[in-house]
């Protein structure tokens, strides 16, 4: 069974940054559309960013599209998230996921593998 786990989640003040890591031991973690997911206190868990195996390509969820940047190492088979611009509003816990043989479209993809979580909160 595949390991995720996600770190670097923490307590920030409106405008600043948190940088978010998932670790991974996804064997061929280069053939996977990775992404981030988040569900805020009370509400269903929602899609932020994902990453696609092939050509670079990252879809962004409108709420955090513009200040949020996904990566990907693939040697380390790690992916990250860069949050900048932090709003109460981001305030959730966040999931690193991963599919091999997605089914949907990429803003509701069916992961296969998820991590537990990392908490972020965000401070007025």
């Known amino acids: 069974q595949a390991q995720l786990v996600e770190s670097g989640g923490g307590v920030v003040q409106t405008g600043g940054s948190l940088r978010l890591s998932c670790s991974t031991s996804?064997?061929?973690?280069?053939?996977?559309?990775v992404g981030w997911f988040r569900q805020a206190p009370g509400k269903e868990r929602e899609f932020a960013a994902v990453?696609?195996?092939?050509?670079?390509?990252?879809y962004y969820a409108d709420s955090v599209k513009g200040r949020f940047t996904a990566s990907r190492d693939n040697d380390k088979n790690s992916l990250y998230l860069q949050m900048n611009g932090l709003k109460p509003e981001d305030t959730a816990v966040y999931y690193c996921?991963?599919?091999?043989?997605?089914?949907?479209?990429?803003?509701?993809?069916?992961?296969?593998?998820w991590g537990k979580g990392t908490l972020v909160t965000v401070s007025t």
């Open positions: 996804l064997r061929t973690f280069r053939s996977y559309t």
């Open positions: 996921a991963a599919c091999l043989y997605c089914s949907g479209s990429p803003v509701n993809y069916k992961m296969d593998y």
């Open positions: 990453m696609s195996w092939i050509g670079n390509n990252t």
